[in-house]
């Protein structure tokens, strides 16, 4: 569970929704996780969800996975300027987390 | 939920000391410690894990003599970056899994980082 891929940059307007995605190479991979980083401050989970699952909802948070194409993705609807910040997604592997490159959120009002 | 809790948040350093960051699980026991390093606009590369009572493993390509790793107990991980350069400077993060519970989704928590300048 090494390659995790991430696109870099998302602009999205206020209320629309944003869709962050990410490839892994790992199938082994248990969980699958979603974390929101800030300026400066440090990794906040946001959603996770275990590898036999093919979506999960939180909320305003949508985790879609297929499995067969190592694809996860996270939907956040009605995006707010709160929102922006970079989303890492990550994949858990004996213990150890392996980061995309993370994914910049740009919410323009 | 659990609480993992790292100290210094800040630390500046002059180039040649050493700094020591510790990471503490707060409210539950941690056989295996990891610590992370986030280079400014970059994501975070694992480096190495603590084990209690034994040596850490270090990822390929982080040098153990430089990042030392002491993990004396169930509760403490140190990481101690030798003679630092300004290239040290990073966001040095930790993770530590509840060994109580069964490896789930949220049983493994990280602290909120350490930010190390070297000047």
């Known amino acids: 569970g090494e390659d995790v891929e991430q696109s870099l940059f998302l602009s999205v307007r206020e209320g629309d929704s944003s869709v962050i995605n990410c490839t892994y190479t790992?199938?082994?991979?248990?969980?699958l996780y979603w974390y929101k980083q800030e300026p400066g401050a440090g990794l906040q989970l946001l959603t996770y969800?275990?590898?036999?699952?093919d979506m999960k909802q939180d909320q305003r948070l949508t985790v879609l996975l297929n499995k067969k194409d190592k694809h996860l993705s996270l939907r956040i609807a009605d995006t707010q300027t709160g929102d922006s910040a970079i989303y890492f997604c990550?994949?858990?592997?004996?213990?150890?987390?392996?980061f995309g490159s993370g994914t910049k959120l740009n919410v323009k009002p | 939920g659990a609480v993992v809790s790292q100290h210094p948040s800040w630390v500046i350093c002059k180039s040649g000391t050493s700094v020591k960051i510790e990471c503490r699980s707060l409210?539950?026991?941690?056989?295996?410690m990891f610590w992370y390093r986030q280079f400014p606009k970059q994501s975070l590369m694992l480096m190495a894990t603590?084990?209690?009572?034994?040596?850490?493993?270090?990822e390929q390509g982080v040098e153990k003599d430089k990042f030392l790793i002491n993990h004396a107990s169930l509760t403490l991980s140190t990481l101690t970056v030798t003679s630092a350069h300004p290239e040290d400077s990073s966001f040095y993060i930790c993770?530590?899994?509840?060994?109580?519970?069964?490896?789930?989704?949220?049983?493994?928590?990280f602290g909120e980082g350490s930010w190390l300048t070297v000047v």
């Open positions: 993770s530590a899994r509840d060994r109580s519970v069964q490896v789930s989704g949220n049983t493994i928590y």
């Open positions: 790992d199938s082994s991979s248990t969980y």
């Open positions: 969800i275990f590898s036999n699952m």
């Open positions: 990550a994949e858990l592997y004996f213990n150890k987390f392996y």
């Open positions: 409210d539950f026991q941690a056989t295996t």
């Open positions: 603590s084990n209690e009572g034994s040596k850490a493993t270090y």
